[in-house]
T-cell receptor, first 113, second 115 residues
Framework: NAGVTQTPKFQVLKTGQSMTLQCAQDMNHNSMYWYRQDPGMGLRLIYYSASEGTTDKGEVPNGYNVSRLNKREFSLRLESAAPSQTSVYFC????????????FGPGTRLTVL | DQQVKQNSPSLSVQEGRISILNCDYTNSMFDYFLWYKKYPAEGPTFLISISSIKDKNEDGRFTVFLNKSAKHLSLHIVPSQPGDSAVYFCAALPEGSTNAGKSTFGDGTTLTVKP
């Protein structure tokens, strides 16, 4: 039982390049979330998916797109990366049976040059 | 306007002593609060929470206190251990929310516990 996994762990992009961050959970949760954490700051919600087939914008969605491929997988795409998107990206999946329990992946450290 | 504030970016304490991490919030609609702990190169992990109907919640060495009138909460760690060295995030959920995914996070406090 791996919980929440993310790939890749590290990525360096040039401005204008595109990439997709992958996230998968094996806990059979309905919801999945993408956050970004900038240095010295808290986590900010980019997009979330309350259930398979649905996605909604969070606090900072500009420059990103998401796909809820199936119940397990939720990907985040940067179509044209910008230096302002340099950050650590976390995928998370809350446990609906508990308000408290949200499982985070290990993060993807992205640098855009 | 930042709705959840952790005004101390860092805190250093001696092993065995008490660590007190503070968090203030501005949105009166928040009624459920969580603390997360984060080690380098790992995702955050849930630590402890408190509902606004309580003023204290305790779990082993960790206690969270809530002062709703002051819109302030604090996390006490007693006794502090070197393994507690991490970044601690305060997070808040609005009234009626049952999903921790929509938490509003503070910027975090880096705790260093010295042996």
């Amino acid at each position: 039982n791996a919980g929440v996994t993310q790939t890749p762990k590290f990525q360096v992009l040039k401005t204008g390049q595109s990439m997709t961050l992958q996230c998968a959970q094996d806990m059979n949760h309905n919801s999945m979330y993408w956050y970004r954490q900038d240095p010295g700051m808290g986590l900010r919600l980019i997009y979330y998916s309350a259930s398979e087939g649905t996605t909604d914008k969070g606090e900072v969605p500009n420059g990103y797109n998401v796909s809820r491929l199936n119940k397990r997988e939720f990907s985040l795409r940067l179509e044209s990366a910008a230096p302002s998107q340099t950050s650590v990206y976390f995928c998370a999946s809350p446990d609906r049976s508990s308000t408290d329990t949200q499982y985070f992946g290990p993060g993807t450290r992205l640098t855009v040059l | 306007d930042q709705q959840v504030k952790q005004n101390s970016p860092s805190l250093s304490v001696q092993e065995g002593r008490i660590s007190i991490l503070n968090c203030d919030y501005t949105n009166s609609m928040f009624d459920y609060f969580l603390w997360y702990k984060k080690y380098p190169a790992e995702g955050p992990t849930f630590l402890i929470s408190i509902s606004s109907i309580k003023d204290k919640n305790e779990d082993g060495r960790f206690t969270v206190f809530l002062n709703k009138s002051a819109k302030h909460l604090s996390l006490h760690i007693v006794p502090s251990q070197p393994g507690d060295s991490a970044v601690y995030f305060c997070a808040a959920l609005p009234e009626g929310s049952t999903n921790a995914g929509k938490s509003t996070f503070g910027d975090g406090t880096t705790l260093t516990v010295k042996p």
